[in-house]
């Protein structure tokens, strides 16, 4: 809803959508993208208890492939 207010008070349909890392949802991404908002959010911190017990396995390390659009397990 706060996007759309912006829009509404600023006039404007051409800025930057600042999200704080870890109060953000998939679903508020989709409503930016729909009004054209480009967004920006830190990456947040993942903890130790919820990485891999393999740091091998931990999510940097695994590759994105665009052209299949799946990822690569180390």
């Known amino acids: 809803m706060m996007l759309r207010r912006a ?3 600023l006039r404007n349909y051409q800025f930057t959508g600042l ?4 109060y953000h949802t998939g679903s508020e991404f989709d ?5 054209g908002v480009e967004t920006l959010v830190a990456i947040p911190y993942i903890c130790k208890a919820s990485q891999a017990p393999d740091p091998i396995y931990n999510v940097e390390y695994f590759k994105y ?9 180390p």
């Open 7 to 9: 829009k509404s008070i």
């Open 31 to 35: 409503i930016a993208h729909s009004l």
């Open 19 to 22: 999200y704080d890392k870890g």
């Open 65 to 73: 492939d665009k052209h299949k659009d799946c990822y690569i397990c």
